[in-house]
């Protein structure tokens, strides 16, 4: 009976448990809808049968994990909203910037950038907005990545300066109308471009890459910030793209779509070598003037700020956040916690103070007065003070537009404490940073090595080792990029540049930078003190002809200082035009109708002393005898810096994308100080100079926009330069180098290339 009863009472218990169980919430599968914005080769073309990789890598990774996934495609403002309010779960190929607050996992979903494309032997090529216009330009509306196209297309578009755009809607379309030489030029993403020949089966020969605007950016998914579970999904799908890649299923999908990874597979071993004409002069930051410097030291340090890798917009770096108070005269930074030097010193404030205050501060004991940019970058600087191991205050003497931007410049890059007791303050060659690369040699040929920072906090980079070579022979350069001794170069010549542009194996990468280079006259000496005689000297140089036979289309002619890419530039004005008779009436008005006889100064170097012959050439024309005075850039520099020119061959970077670092730098009395005048061409004027003193007290973009422009007319007027040209940075590169940086600042990033083999 006992037993009886004990099998019942377990029966009873079992089922008890069972109901219990049955009760219990059940995980299921989430259903996740995905929403795509019509992209190719992300999403796939509407109204075909043609699908993108996007589309598979999601849905292999969640299917994986039981969830059923539901695909919609939808405009892209849409897109944003109803993802932003929960209504989808997934955005498919998102720029960060157009959305930060929705969630994002740590892998990126691919890469992306804007080129140009012709019919293969086709002549035309990108040299800035001048060369669009008068030309036919196909663009599919519906792929326009990120704004940053249709941005580029409508600023130039509203202004004129493109005359004909012809907007095809469909890939296969558009190709036609190229082949068929209806189109000119296209402007579409290689990514695009390689799905579409593969899907539509067009022989790739037909077509060739000209250049491109901006540079390869990543792309990725996003998830609702509205869903419960967007954090765990976001997870799933970084293991879920590392685990592909590992597998080799990533790259089966990418091969089925004409496509390429985004980064190199785990564990490959990868070095670059970059070579350029020149060696850096210095690696403290606040030292040199020379943009191979500031490659250099853009490798090794980080600032409070930095520059985004598309543009001189500014994100956080060393400083996590950032506000301003007291009508911008206080800006309070937040830094970064868990960085450590490359010498194992603990970044924190302590070491902003002494990075800021030995440029600023006579009392700090490594303080020396002849740091370059010092006056520039820390201008209107009072005060620099610590408010806690993690928080910096900087108070200003007066509102300063720039102030921020200035913030991401070399000069205020951020050293090693340690290294600067080690030193005495000297680290020319021995530079302590906390970037993604750490300094390891520099030797007597300037052969310099650095080595991947594995902790670096925006991620270790790919690559094992940065090489700096210094070449002086650039047909060396060129040989040695053939044959794989270098596989990354920069500065070459425009003969050099052609030569890489159209050699197999070799290709470029190409940014609008913010340059313009100029022959200044010296206003302190005859007869350039006379406004009758600058204007003269630009009626008689034919930029034109200068530029076609010196630039090989790699350059585009200038009429003002301030390059067309940037805001403020003045699209209204009217260039001097190539005029040799213009040109004698005017020096008959300053009574010089025989001509008089200038110095020319320039830096040595096979280009510079080609301008100078075709200016010669052209002066002739009007009886000016030009001498030529070719000096190495260590006298060049102390020259033109103390007016002992007479006339001078120059060019200018921008720093930090604000047009101050033009029209104020460059022509304002402030900076024409001997000794370290930046302001070469010691030219005066009190009405320019109040309007740029009233453009850098205001935040107003539209109000300094108009002020700007009334400073481009007033020094148009003056002419104490001749602007000669804008040109694009071109770094060559072997077949395989992927995501190097060329910045608009000139500089060039390294931190997230790799060799793709």
Request: charged share 25%.
């Amino acid at each position: 009976m006992k037993t009886k009863l004990s099998h019942l009472f377990i029966i009873v218990l079992a089922v008890f448990l069972f109901s219990c169980i049955a009760l219990l919430p059940v995980a299921t599968a989430d259903q996740i809808t995905v929403v795509g914005q019509k992209w190719l080769p992300f999403i796939g073309e509407p109204g075909t049968q043609a699908t993108g990789f996007m589309t598979e890598v999601v849905r292999s990774i969640f299917e994986k994990e039981g969830h059923k996934v539901e695909f919609i495609q939808v405009p892209q403002k849409r897109a944003n909203k109803y993802l932003r309010k929960g209504k989808y779960d997934i955005l498919l190929g998102i720029d960060k910037n157009d959305a930060p607050d929705f969630i994002y996992p740590e892998e990126e979903l691919g890469t992306i950038e804007d080129a140009f494309f012709i019919k293969r032997n086709g002549t035309w090529r990108f040299n800035g907005i001048e060369s669009l216009k008068n030309v036919s330009v196909g663009i599919l509306h519906d792929s326009s990545f990120g704004g940053h196209r249709s941005e580029f297309l409508n600023k130039h578009l509203e202004s004129g300066e493109i005359k004909t755009l012809s907007a095809s809607g469909h890939f296969r379309r558009m190709m036609k109308m190229l082949l068929k030489q209806r189109l000119d030029v296209i402007i579409e993403t290689p990514q695009v471009v390689r799905w579409g020949l593969k899907v539509f089966d067009i022989d790739e020969s037909e077509i060739e890459y000209r250049g491109s605007v901006g540079t390869e950016r990543p792309i990725h998914v996003a998830f609702s910030p509205a869903k419960p579970k967007s954090e765990a999904h976001a997870e799933t799908f970084s293991k879920g793209i590392v685990q592909m890649r590992e597998n080799g299923e990533l790259k089966a999908i990418l091969d089925k779509y004409n496509q390429k990874d985004w980064k190199p597979t785990k564990g490959k071993v990868m070095d670059i070598s970059y070579v350029e004409p020149f060696a850096p002069i210095s690696l403290d930051p606040p030292v040199p003037t020379d943009i191979v410097s500031f490659i250099m030291i853009d490798q090794i340090y980080d600032g409070l700020v930095r520059y985004k890798d598309e543009s001189t917009s500014i994100e956080p770096a060393l400083a996590v956040a950032w506000e301003a108070r007291d009508n911008d005269l206080t800006w309070i930074f937040s830094l970064r916690r868990g960085v450590k030097f490359h010498d194992g010193t603990i970044f924190n404030a302590k070491a902003v103070l002494d990075s800021f205050n030995r440029q600023i501060d006579p009392a700090h004991p490594f303080y020396r007065s002849g740091f370059s940019y010092a006056g520039f970058t820390f201008k209107n600087i009072k005060k620099v003070e610590a408010i806690g191991d993690y928080s910096i205050k900087i108070s200003l003497e007066k509102p300063y537009a720039p102030f921020l931007y200035n913030m991401a410049m070399p000069a205020a890059r951020i050293i090693s404490p340690a290294a600067l007791k080690k030193y005495k303050g000297k680290l020319d060659k021995n530079p302590v940073g906390t970037g993604p690369f750490i300094f390891q040699s520099w030797d007597e040929n300037n052969q310099l090595l650095l080595a991947r920072n594995k902790h670096y906090y925006m991620g270790a980079p790919f690559i094992r080792n940065l090489k700096f070579s210094q070449e002086k022979d650039s047909e060396k350069i060129i040989e040695g990029m053939k044959t794989g001794k270098y596989n990354v170069c920069g500065m070459v010549d425009s003969e050099q540049k052609e030569t890489v542009d159209s050699t197999s194996g070799l290709g470029i990468f190409m940014a609008p930078v913010m340059r313009i280079n100029y022959m200044m006259m010296n206003t302190e000496k005859k007869p350039f003190d006379n406004p009758l005689v600058r204007r003269a000297i630009n009626f008689a140089i034919n930029k034109p002809v200068l530029v076609n036979e010196v630039f090989k289309g790699f350059s585009m002619p200038a009429k003002t200082p301030l390059p067309p890419s940037m805001w403020g530039y003045n699209k209204w004005l009217k260039d001097f035009e190539y005029s040799p008779k213009l040109a004698k009436i005017l020096l008959a008005r300053a009574n010089l109708e025989k001509g008089f006889e200038m110095e020319l100064l320039l830096i040595q170097g096979d280009e510079n002393e080609h301008i100078a012959r075709i200016i010669k050439k052209n002066l002739a024309s009007i009886n000016v005898k030009v001498k030529i005075k070719t000096t190495p850039r260590k006298t060049y520099f102390p020259a033109v810096k103390n007016g002992l020119h007479h006339a001078a061959l120059g060019n200018w970077i921008g720093d930090n994308g604000d047009p101050d670092n033009f029209l104020y730098v460059l022509f304002d009395y402030d900076n024409a100080v001997k000794g370290k005048a930046t302001n070469r061409a010691f030219y005066k004027n009190d009405e320019l100079h109040e309007i740029l003193i009233k453009a850098q007290r205001i935040s107003s973009r539209a109000a300094r926009t108009e002020l700007y422009e009334q400073a481009q007319a007033i020094i148009h007027a003056d002419a104490p330069w001749v602007c000669l040209y804008h040109s694009h940075l071109v770094v060559g590169r072997r077949d395989g180098i992927r995501s190097v940086i060329p910045h608009p600042t000139g500089i060039i990033r390294f931190y997230r290339a790799w060799i793709d083999n």
